[in-house]
Every structure is written in C-alpha cells, then in structure tokens.
C-alpha cells in the first residue's frame, strides 16, 4: 500500500495549461481503470472532479480533464483560473478492495 | 442533498480509544458501502477502512489492522470507526465518504480532528 507519486507542486498562468501526474504500479494505476482525482482547497473536504479515469461528475468544468497511460494517470486542467489554486490528489483501487492515494500536488495559479 | 457529519473526534492520549461516527442523510444509507480516510495535518490523504452496503465485510489499511474496527447501523443511517492503541501518527482529520462502485468516493463529510497527544 504504497503512495502513489505526484509531483509536490506545479504551477502555470491564468488562461495557461497544467498536466498533473501520478504513478504507480501495475498492481494499482496500471491495473484497473479506477482511477480518481480529488480537489481540496485550505480547510475544505476533498471534492470529487475525475473518476474512471476520465469521467467528470456534473457540475465540473470541462476544463478539468483525465487520462491515463501504462502506470501513470493524469489530470489536466485547461485555461487556468484563480479559483484552481488548491491541492490535488489521485486515487487509485489496488484491489482486495483497498484504495491508495496520491501525495497531493499544490497548484499555484501565478 | 447528500450530508455526511462526522463526529467524536477529540484529544485523547497516546493508547487511547475514541469512537468516531459519521450521520448519513439524502440518501438511501443501506445502499452504500462506505469509507473513512483520513489526513494528518499539512499531509496528504490516505485510506483507512471500508465496510460494504450490507455490513458484511469490512477492510483496512496495513497501518490501522488490528486497532481500527468499522461499523454501520443501517438503521440509523450511522458509520462508525472504532479507533483503539492510538499512536502519535494516527493524529489526522477523519473523513467518511461513500463508495460508487469500488472505484471513487463519491460524497465526503467535512471531517473530524483526532489529536493523540500526551
């Protein structure tokens, strides 16, 4: 049940575009198409925004994107804005219904 | 709307117990199977536990096996995580959340503070 890895921080642009990645094995990221990805902003609970790998629940902006290769999944958000900024995290089944998430990513919207 | 509160967090001593509980409503609670995860402060997310809709089978973490217990009431629309032999990393913000079909968390509660401190 390791962690799967996620860049600590990115950063980009108002308008520009980030790609967040997370890797993990074939045991987890590789070997099932349940990959999720979370928003959590400062003091707030985590919020669903990407599942099945690619899929967005309604009331997410088309903005926000996922993908997945291999053993890396990524999130991609598109024409960034301020209210972006926050931490990220993917989430991974890895069987024997057990789950493992991300680090976290800190996105700075410069 | 679906609403997750969690409570029965506090401090307690390194080998203490708490019970914590997490009141499901806007929902139809017996059709979920349900999770705890759990974040230590300034730190990332990690899952804990999950029990099934029913109850029936429940698992862990490697890090909490053997202290932590999961548990429902159905009946009252109530999770519940049983945390004993606490430790200084078990200090985190606890989350219920349900679970859509083995695969994501779909709806989170706004957590409860579990600070182990002597």
């Known amino acids: 049940q390791s962690a799967l890895t996620q860049p600590r921080s990115v950063s980009g642009s108002p308008g520009q575009s980030v790609t967040i990645s997370c890797t993990g094995t074939?045991?987890?990221?590789?070997?099932?198409?349940?990959i999720s990805w979370y928003q959590q902003h400062p003091g707030k609970a985590p919020k669903l925004i990407i599942y099945?790998?690619?899929k967005r629940p309604s009331g997410v902006p088309d903005r926000f994107s996922g993908s997945k290769s291999g053993n890396t999944a990524s999130l991609t958000i598109s024409g960034l804005q301020a209210e972006d900024e926050a931490d990220y995290y993917c989430?991974?089944?890895?069987?024997?219904?057990?789950?493992?998430f991300g680090g976290g990513t800190k996105l700075t919207v410069l | 709307q679906v609403q997750l509160v969690e409570s029965g967090g506090g401090v307690v001593q390194p080998g203490g117990s708490l019970r914590l509980s997490c009141e499901a409503s806007?929902?139809?609670?017996?059709?979920?199977?349900m999770h705890w995860v759990r974040q230590a402060p300034g730190k990332g997310l990690e899952w804990v536990a999950f029990?099934?809709?029913?109850?029936?089978?429940?698992y862990y973490a490697d890090s909490v096996k053997g202290r932590f217990t999961v548990s429902r009431d159905n009946s009252k629309n109530t999770l519940y995580l049983q945390v004993n032999s606490l430790r200084g990393e078990d200090t985190a913000v606890y989350y219920c959340?349900?679970?859509?079909?083995?695969?994501?968390?779909?709806?989170w509660g706004l957590g409860t503070l579990v600070t182990v401190s002597p």
């Open positions: 959340a349900t679970d859509i079909s083995y695969s994501y968390f779909g709806h």
């Open positions: 806007g929902l139809t609670f017996r059709s979920y199977g």
């Open positions: 029990i099934r809709s029913d109850g029936g089978n429940k």
């Open positions: 074939s045991s987890d990221v590789g070997g099932y198409n349940s």
């Open positions: 099945d790998v690619t």
């Open positions: 989430c991974s089944y890895a069987g024997s219904y057990t789950w493992v």
